[in-house]
């Protein structure tokens, strides 16, 4: 019981990063898919294995994995996601709900370059690579692509594992959270343009 409390505990303490609130807020962008969405700081909702999150999380459908726009440049055409949770596309299909609930609609207003900011996702479970390639093939036409940042070990292995790693770029950088929004897209686009001109 006391390691469920724990579990419970840091599921509630957890918090998206909150530092570029005065550069952007998803819900106040009129082109975001959150727009308008209003969030209780007193009332917690929403649940990882049944234990409650920081309200600040957003949710899109799926029943245990949440996400936060930290930023998105419209003139720059990316967006900083950081996710949180359990991602299963094996039982949930999440990455589905993620790209027709969210990603979609980000492409549809010119966001191709994709941060995915992943070091809180507590388990992976597999399923196929289609949305995967299709998610990159939407993007990949106009430049863009698709970075993850920070992915738990076990997590990398399974990417690897099923070949998602042919889809999205798989890149560390633990001091993210020092950056500006441009000082970080500047550095994951440098690391995709060096990896792609090996």
């Known amino acids: 019981m006391q390691r469920k409390e724990r579990r419970g505990k840091i599921m509630h303490d957890i918090e998206p990063f909150y530092n570029w609130r005065h550069l952007y807020v998803a819900e106040e962008d009129e082109f975001s898919v959150f727009y308008g969405r209003q969030h209780d700081e007193f009332h917690f909702t929403h649940t990882v294995y049944n234990y409650y999150i920081h309200p600040q999380w957003d949710a899109f459908g799926s029943a245990n994995l949440y996400l936060k726009v930290l930023f998105a440049d419209y003139d720059f055409n990316y967006a900083i996601i950081e996710m949180m949770g359990e991602w299963n596309d094996c039982i949930e299909n999440d990455i589905m709900i993620l790209k027709r609930r969210v990603i979609d609609h980000m492409i549809a207003h010119g966001i191709y370059k994709f941060i995915l900011i992943t070091e809180n996702i507590f388990n992976f479970h597999a399923s196929d690579d289609c949305y995967y390639q299709e998610w990159w093939e939407d993007v990949q036409d106009k430049g863009g692509w698709i970075a993850v940042l920070n992915m738990p070990e076990f997590v ?11 889809y999205v770029q798989l890149l560390q950088q633990d001091s993210w959270r020092t950056f500006q929004p441009q000082h970080l897209f500047h550095f994951v686009d440098n690391q995709i343009l060096k990896m792609i001109s090996r």
């Open 156 to 166: 990398l292995q399974e990417f690897h594992r099923i070949h998602l790693h042919h």
